[in-house]
């Protein structure tokens, strides 16, 4: 069956810089989450969209910002990064209806040297 | 973690032994979630219990709540060196059916030792 896909999965950037991760969710959800984990510690939800338009927003900082296109998938762009945003990145899909179980995707790790 | 804590944070038990980890969490809540995630790899639905049930099984796997005292806990049987890994619980606050984000815990450090 098909999961959600993220990309990278490694990314290695330097302080100030922009990086972009990607994820394509499981075919007929409508909800991608946006999920930060630092190393030893629980997610952080970050943003969820709902069928293209944001429906929460957690801890994001205002660096960052994400977009849900047409075909579903999703895109959290970093600008301005900080030693402190190394952590695994990790998106989520659920379609409204369903069991309420989230699918994560492998996750993105990000290291900011 | 805002939501959910959990309790041990590291458990080393021998192969075949049952493996039990608890969770204690804060607001109100709809349902209740176990997922398991492997060193550096995501997460994996294990099992979802909603605040109208007491207990669920599947498998190997035994989860109970109270929502009384805002706590659960699983229970893993029979333990196998498959099953190392750390163990999180996850609430989600709204509708079973809707797309609420779900908060997680803290997470337990499982290790089977063979």
């Known amino acids: 069956a098909a999961g959600v896909i993220q990309s990278p999965r490694h990314l290695i950037k330097e302080k100030r810089e922009t990086a972009t991760l990607k994820c394509y969710p499981i075919?007929?959800?409508?909800?991608v989450y946006w999920y930060q984990q630092g190393p030893g510690q629980d997610p952080q939800f970050l943003i969820s969209?709902?069928?293209?338009?944001?429906?929460d927003k957690g801890s994001i900082p205002d660096r960052f910002s994400a977009q849900q296109f047409s075909d579903y998938h999703s895109e959290l762009n970093m600008s301005s990064l900080e030693l402190g945003d190394s952590a695994l990145y990790f998106c989520?899909?659920?379609?409204?209806?369903?069991?309420?179980?989230?699918?994560f995707g492998e996750g993105s790790r990000l290291t900011v040297l | 973690s805002q939501q959910g804590e959990e309790d041990p944070q590291a458990l080393s038990i021998q192969e075949g032994e049952n493996a039990t980890m608890n969770c204690s969490y804060k607001?109100?809540?709809?349902?209740l979630q176990w997922y398991r995630q492997n060193s550096g790899r995501g997460l994996v639905h294990l099992i979802l219990?909603?605040?109208?049930?007491r207990e669920k099984h599947s498998g190997r796997l035994r989860v109970t709540l109270d929502t009384s005292k805002k706590s659960s806990s699983l229970l893993i049987t029979a333990s196998r060196a498959a099953d190392t890994a750390s163990y999180f619980c996850?609430?989600?606050?709204?509708?079973?059916?809707?797309?609420?984000?779900?908060?997680f815990g803290t997470g337990t450090r499982l290790t089977i030792i063979p």
């Open positions: 989520a899909s659920s379609f409204f209806g369903g069991t309420g179980e989230l699918f």
């Open positions: 075919p007929r959800h409508d909800t």
């Open positions: 969209f709902y069928e293209k338009m944001q429906s």
């Open positions: 607001t109100s809540i709809n349902n």
């Open positions: 219990i909603r605040s109208n049930e």
């Open positions: 996850a609430t989600r606050r709204g509708s079973n059916f809707g797309n609420e984000k779900l908060t």
